[in-house]
């Protein structure tokens, strides 16, 4: 039938964006119902009368513990200076879902969604809360197939330097932080400069340093000068621990 004929193509051409999107990362599963899985949405499967365990809710479930799992660690041993609080905080800026949003975006994962025509219609594909839950699922079905370390090898290059740069600044105060480092330690002054201002009114970006006795000891950019110096004194912080 033609309808059936155009729903193989369009399933195909989905698998086929998930292993172009799976080669970026070098990575080949072993089960690749399971990979399916993690980016087949419930009115997907309500609509093709499939088992209700084939969408992807028990996977993002998993995913959501393993997520938790590596930025904790992750915080815990290259930013020695946050208190448990504050890497309580800045985890949870990470994995909420406006943070998973942005990740799944960066990746395109609204192309490799397998979704019902229903939530097609009503902009589901778009949808943040979708795919920050289809993110999730990902991550849980990778940790299945592939192990711990190798989410830890995808967070690496998806996650770990959206943290470095200082993208979730705007829930910490990093420049307090550091000044209290400083002082505590008695390593000497600190000093803030505005480097450039560039961009559209609307989308402007801030580069600014930070100084410690004249040297420069972080570089940070933001939509503000504000943000642009959190985000030195984070880069700041990391560069004294280590």
């Known amino acids: 039938m033609p309808g059936s004929k155009k729903m193989q193509d369009q399933e195909k051409e989905v698998t086929q964006r998930l292993h172009h999107f799976l080669d970026d990362f070098s990575f080949s599963f072993q089960n690749e119902d399971l990979l399916k899985q993690a980016f ?4 997907y499967v309500n609509e093709h009368r499939r088992a209700s365990q084939d969408d992807y809710e028990r996977l993002e479930f998993l995913g959501d513990a393993v997520l938790e799992l590596l930025i904790s660690q992750y915080l815990f041993k290259h930013f020695p200076n946050l208190t448990e609080g504050d890497m309580t905080k800045l985890r949870a800026a990470i994995v ?4 998973l949003f942005q990740f799944a975006s960066s990746l ?6 397998f979704l019902g025509r229903g939530e097609e219609v009503t902009g ?8 920050a839950d289809v993110f999730e699922a990902f991550i849980g079905a990778l940790y299945l197939d592939q192990g711990l370390s ?3 090898r995808f967070l690496k290059i998806v996650v770990y330097p959206r943290i470095n740069d200082g993208s979730f600044s705007h829930v910490m105060d990093y ?3 550091l000044q209290e480092t ?11 400069q505005l480097l450039s201002e560039k961009g559209p009114a609307h989308h402007r970006e801030f580069t600014s340093n930070v ?3 004249g040297e420069v000891v972080g570089v940070g950019k933001g939509h503000s000068k504000k943000d642009s110096e959190q985000s030195a004194a984070c880069k700041a912080l990391k560069n004294l621990a280590e």
């Open 175 to 177: 420049k307090s932080q």
């Open 211 to 213: 100084l410690l006795n």
């Open 124 to 131: 589901g594909r778009k949808r943040p809360s979708l795919l």
């Open 108 to 113: 395109s994962f609204e192309n490799k969604i």
């Open 40 to 43: 087949t949405h419930s009115s």
């Open 96 to 99: 909420c879902e406006g943070g």
């Open 182 to 192: 400083i002082q505590r330690k008695n390593l000497g002054e600190l000093d803030y």
């Open 150 to 152: 190798e989410v830890d």
